[in-house]
């Protein structure tokens, strides 16, 4: 993995642990500056549970520059798209259902509206 590019982008990503634990979030893996011999802002990956959907939540709303995963735990489809919607800026996300109960239709009921920026069902 490369560096971030500046060092005021590194530290905003090294802010957004402490935000995401002071909001509830359980951390998993905190993501930390690394020294590197090569000359660079290198961070670790941070992986934090989020415990509970919060639309005021700064961690869940912001775009964080850096290696973060974000790991909610969803009932159903509403609640993916309440996820999804939380952010105005259009992310990445995955969906694992449990083993012994695979998401149906998952594919054909729900799209992404990329001109809106919003999801649907």
Not at 67 to 79: F, G, T
Not at 81 to 98: E, M, R
Request: net charge positive; aromatic share 10%.
């Amino acid at each position: 993995m490369g560096p971030l590019v500046s060092e005021a982008k590194m530290e905003s990503y090294l802010r957004y642990q402490g935000i995401a634990v002071r909001e509830g979030c359980e951390e998993v893996m905190r993501g930390k500056h690394l020294e590197k011999e090569r000359r660079g802002y290198y961070v670790s990956p941070s992986i934090h549970l989020v415990k509970a959907l919060n639309p005021k939540s700064i961690y869940q709303r912001d775009m964080i520059f850096g290696p973060n995963i974000a790991i909610y735990k969803i009932q159903d489809l509403d609640e993916v798209t309440q996820v999804l919607n939380q952010s105005p800026d259009g992310l990445v996300a995955s969906c694992i259902p449990p083993r012994e109960r695979p998401i149906r239709g998952f594919s054909v009921k729900w799209r992404w509206a990329y001109s809106t920026g919003t999801a649907r069902q």
